[in-house]
């Protein structure tokens, strides 16, 4: 692989959000020609100025993915040009995990390698993206753009000037082939404009993640600003919030100007223009770049059960990029907890299980290599943050994977990924039960609700733990804790190994009954008596069996309730399950919970599931409206009617 390819670039000194375009030349007759390619960063594929495909698949330098692409239908014979359009961010990290930036290539003409990367690559740095732009539209995306129509040239057909050597760059990476399909570009859908000719704004209808694509005519070369977002406010797209901007910027020539970018994917149903001059827009809208799937039938249920079930599949759909997303619009980040309950809904809402994209992604993730043993915030992150309960849901995860899908080649393959995450929580006990963890690159969070959200960081109003106990041990990371040993005792037991971890279980259980339980009101507290009584935390004794028979059955009862604190969306699966292994009476109350919670979202005349119940009022205004976590009422439809 690469044999004879060198990894390049423009320059060996370069900022941030630096833009690179790289031309080569070639000569064609006949045969099939294709192109095997990898870049640290993104990247848009052009033949003779025609696009072909975009987006880097997520990876490490020792996990490196690389595309092979069969170009022959955009040749034609005689003189030809294959152009890569890449950018590199720098420092954005929590998209990528590459320390430097960089393109590699090799062209093949019937198996015959005809052209390869190398100092002798035509390159320059973009004339028309500006490179340095550092406006960034949230710490997960990373920086947007501003590209300048003025600047533009025909270099992605030969044309362009100022092309030199490469540079070549010494990067040492573990090559492997793009493990899950190339994800499609559908049609442009349009938004309806209204507004004034300095002002515009369009509804595309509903949300979609995609390129921005538009063609517009200007009078004068002026720069314009494109905002996005999921929802309108005081009339207008909302703009930034708090340290977020959802902007690029694009400066037009004289006369037509149409664009489009098809690296960063906008999530957003409104696109707001503001212009310094009149402009005529003709069109401006999102080419949805969606993965393709094939959604197994739901017309067994109501016509209500039916609305809240497509707009929870819708999205799924919008949060599966090349890798999970929990929120397209402000993060596109591969959350372990967020993936779990996307990858448990998918086995259900699609045909075939998703099981090859669900197996793609508990790859990736057992890649990352943090010393501590704990895994990073998101995948591949070079953040240096984790949430140590969303590592234990990642063994959850694996073992819901194998159960699903039969496959135990994953499960092998990660399996000492898994001892050396759990060997980690289980050196971090005190008198028998795990911790909290120190350090300030530790998040020591479990939910956006009461008592749960991690004392250091919570920003979401709600109660936190008491300082005194940041990093004594607290019911809900022992509770998970047991719940992903069951879990990967079960993984044990299918590839017949031993569990170096058996008797920790047990011992765990007793000293959570002893430590967190309060007789006095029948519940499980979180880190003290003193508490309000919380839905997660009892949701999760239940399911982790550490309440057991009649003390479960009690704690249930009021759970159906609802009188305890209430979990978050995202938990609320627990609560179910907790309910529904007690007791199968309880389906009318979570079919009820489920109906009430989501018909809100409907009533709001959203296509897509919230983050959080409070919709785009939680988080300081930053709620999100298209949430991959809150998707899970389809796993509780199939349950109970197909």
């Given at each position: 692989?690469?044999?004879?390819?060198?990894?390049?670039?423009?320059?060996?000194?370069?900022?941030?959000?630096?833009?690179?375009?790289?031309?080569?030349?070639?000569?064609?007759?006949?045969?099939?020609?294709?192109?095997?390619?990898?870049?640290?960063?993104?990247?848009?594929?052009?033949?003779?100025?025609?696009?072909?495909?975009?987006?880097?698949?997520?990876?490490?330098?020792?996990?490196?993915?690389?595309?092979?692409?069969?170009?022959?239908?955009?040749?034609?014979?005689?003189?030809?040009?294959?152009?890569?359009?890449?950018?590199?961010?720098?420092?954005?990290?929590?998209?990528?995990?590459?320390?430097?930036?960089?393109?590699?290539?090799?062209?093949?003409?019937?198996?015959?390698?005809?052209?390869?990367?190398?100092?002798?690559?035509?390159?320059?740095?973009?004339?028309?993206?500006?490179?340095?732009?550092?406006?960034?539209?949230?710490?997960?995306?990373?920086?947007?753009?501003?590209?300048?129509?003025?600047?533009?040239?025909?270099?992605?057909?030969?044309?362009?000037?100022?092309?030199?050597?490469?540079?070549?760059?010494?990067?040492?990476?573990?090559?492997?082939?793009?493990?899950?399909?190339?994800?499609?570009?559908?049609?442009?859908?349009?938004?309806?404009?209204?507004?004034?000719?300095?002002?515009?704004?369009?509804?595309?209808?509903?949300?979609?993640?995609?390129?921005?694509?538009?063609?517009?005519?200007?009078?004068?070369?002026?720069?314009?600003?494109?905002?996005?977002?999921?929802?309108?406010?005081?009339?207008?797209?909302?703009?930034?919030?708090?340290?977020?901007?959802?902007?690029?910027?694009?400066?037009?020539?004289?006369?037509?100007?149409?664009?489009?970018?098809?690296?960063?994917?906008?999530?957003?149903?409104?696109?707001?223009?503001?212009?310094?001059?009149?402009?005529?827009?003709?069109?401006?809208?999102?080419?949805?770049?969606?993965?393709?799937?094939?959604?197994?039938?739901?017309?067994?249920?109501?016509?209500?059960?039916?609305?809240?079930?497509?707009?929870?599949?819708?999205?799924?759909?919008?949060?599966?990029?090349?890798?999970?997303?929990?929120?397209?619009?402000?993060?596109?980040?591969?959350?372990?907890?967020?993936?779990?309950?996307?990858?448990?809904?998918?086995?259900y809402a699609y045909a075939d299980g998703n099981f090859e994209y669900?197996?793609?992604?508990?790859?990736?993730?057992?890649?990352?290599?943090?010393?501590?043993?704990?895994?990073?915030?998101?995948?591949?992150?070079?953040?240096?943050?984790?949430?140590?309960?969303?590592?234990?849901?990642?063994?959850?995860?694996?073992?819901?994977?194998?159960?699903?899908?039969?496959?135990?080649?994953?499960?092998?393959?990660?399996?000492?990924?898994?001892?050396?995450?759990?060997?980690?929580?289980?050196?971090?006990?005190?008198?028998?039960l795990i911790c909290n963890f120190d350090g300030d690159s530790r998040?020591?969070?479990?939910?956006?609700?009461?008592?749960?959200?991690?004392?250091?960081?919570?920003?979401?109003?709600?109660?936190?733990?008491?300082?005194?106990?940041?990093?004594?041990?607290?019911?809900?990371?022992?509770?998970?804790?047991?719940?992903?040993?069951?879990?990967?005792?079960?993984?044990?037991?299918?590839?017949?190994?031993?569990?170096?971890?058996?008797?920790?279980?047990?011992?765990?259980?007793?000293?959570?009954?002893?430590?967190?339980?309060?007789?006095?009101?029948?519940?499980?507290?979180?880190?003290?008596?003193?508490?309000?009584?919380?839905?997660?935390?009892?949701?999760?004794?239940?399911?982790?069996?550490?309440?057991?028979?009649?003390?479960?059955?009690?704690?249930?009862?009021?759970?159906?309730?609802?009188?305890?604190?209430?979990?978050?969306?995202?938990?609320?699966?627990?609560?179910?399950?907790?309910?529904?292994?007690?007791?199968?009476?309880?389906?009318?109350?979570?079919?009820?919970?489920?109906?009430?919670?989501?018909?809100?979202?409907?009533?709001?005349?959203?296509?897509?599931?919230?983050?959080?119940?409070?919709?785009?009022?939680?988080?300081?205004?930053?709620?999100?409206?298209?949430?991959?976590?809150?998707?899970?009422?389809?796993?509780?439809?199939?349950?109970?009617?197909?």
């Amino acid at each position: 692989m690469f044999e004879n390819a060198k990894w390049i670039w423009t320059s060996k000194e370069y900022g941030i959000n630096n833009y690179a375009e790289f031309c080569q030349k070639l000569d064609y007759n006949d045969g099939k020609v294709s192109v095997r390619f990898s870049v640290s960063g993104e990247y848009t594929l052009f033949v003779n100025g025609n696009y072909v495909t975009s987006v880097q698949y997520a990876d490490f330098e020792h996990y490196k993915a690389y595309e092979d692409i069969d170009i022959t239908p955009y040749l034609n014979d005689g003189e030809n040009f294959i152009c890569f359009l890449c950018v590199y961010w720098s420092k954005s990290g929590m998209r990528w995990n590459t320390p430097e930036a960089g393109l590699i290539f090799e062209i093949e003409n019937d198996g015959k390698t005809i052209a390869v990367s190398d100092e002798n690559t035509p390159s320059r740095q973009s004339r028309a993206y500006i490179s340095g732009f550092d406006v960034e539209i949230s710490s997960q995306l990373g920086y947007s753009f501003s590209y300048d129509a003025t600047k533009e040239d025909e270099w992605l057909t030969g044309k362009g000037d100022g092309f030199g050597k490469s540079v070549v760059l010494e990067k040492e990476c573990n090559f492997v082939k793009r493990p899950i399909k190339t994800q499609v570009v559908e049609a442009l859908r349009q938004g309806k404009p209204h507004g004034e000719k300095k002002n515009y704004i369009f509804d595309l209808g509903e949300e979609y993640v995609g390129f921005c694509n538009f063609s517009i005519n200007s009078k004068t070369e002026q720069t314009i600003r494109v905002f996005y977002g999921e929802l309108l406010k005081d009339g207008h797209v909302k703009k930034t919030i708090g340290f977020r901007n959802f902007r690029f910027d694009y400066k037009t020539k004289k006369g037509e100007n149409v664009f489009t970018n098809h690296m960063l994917r906008l999530a957003c149903r409104y696109i707001e223009i503001e212009c310094e001059d009149e402009i005529d827009v003709d069109y401006i809208g999102i080419l949805p770049q969606v993965y393709p799937t094939n959604a197994a039938k739901y017309d067994f249920l109501s016509e209500l059960d039916k609305d809240i079930y497509k707009i929870c599949l819708n999205t799924l759909k919008l949060s599966m990029l090349e890798h999970y997303v929990d929120c397209p619009w402000r993060e596109q980040c591969l959350y372990a907890f967020d993936s779990r309950n996307q990858m448990l809904t998918g086995y259900y809402a699609y045909a075939d299980g998703n099981f090859e994209y669900a197996r793609a992604n508990l790859l990736l993730m057992s890649k990352d290599n943090r010393e501590d043993g704990l895994m990073s915030i998101c995948f591949p992150s070079k953040r240096d943050l984790t949430i140590p309960s969303f590592c234990l849901y990642y063994v959850l995860a694996v073992k819901e994977y194998t159960q699903h899908s039969g496959d135990l080649t994953l499960a092998q393959e990660v399996f000492d990924k898994m001892v050396k995450t759990l060997n980690t929580f289980m050196n971090n006990r005190k008198d028998g039960l795990i911790c909290n963890f120190d350090g300030d690159s530790r998040w020591n969070f479990f939910d956006w609700s009461d008592y749960a959200d991690g004392s250091r960081y919570g920003t979401n109003g709600s109660k936190k733990m008491f300082d005194e106990d940041i990093l004594a041990p607290n019911c809900l990371l022992n509770a998970i804790a047991v719940i992903a040993l069951c879990a990967f005792e079960e993984i044990c037991n299918k590839l017949g190994k031993d569990n170096p971890f058996d008797s920790i279980k047990e011992e765990i259980k007793t000293r959570v009954n002893e430590t967190f339980f309060d007789g006095g009101k029948g519940l499980y507290f979180v880190t003290s008596p003193e508490e309000d009584p919380t839905e997660l935390v009892n949701s999760l004794c239940v399911c982790a069996g550490i309440a057991e028979g009649e003390r479960a059955k009690s704690i249930c009862e009021k759970l159906s309730s609802n009188t305890l604190s209430e979990c978050s969306l995202s938990m609320k699966g627990f609560k179910y399950d907790a309910l529904l292994m007690t007791d199968e009476k309880y389906r009318e109350n979570v079919l009820s919970e489920i109906r009430d919670t989501y018909k809100v979202m409907l009533d709001a005349d959203s296509t897509t599931v919230w983050e959080t119940k409070e919709g785009e009022s939680a988080f300081a205004s930053a709620g999100s409206l298209c949430h991959g976590w809150s998707a899970v009422p389809i796993y509780y439809y199939h349950k109970f009617f197909s």
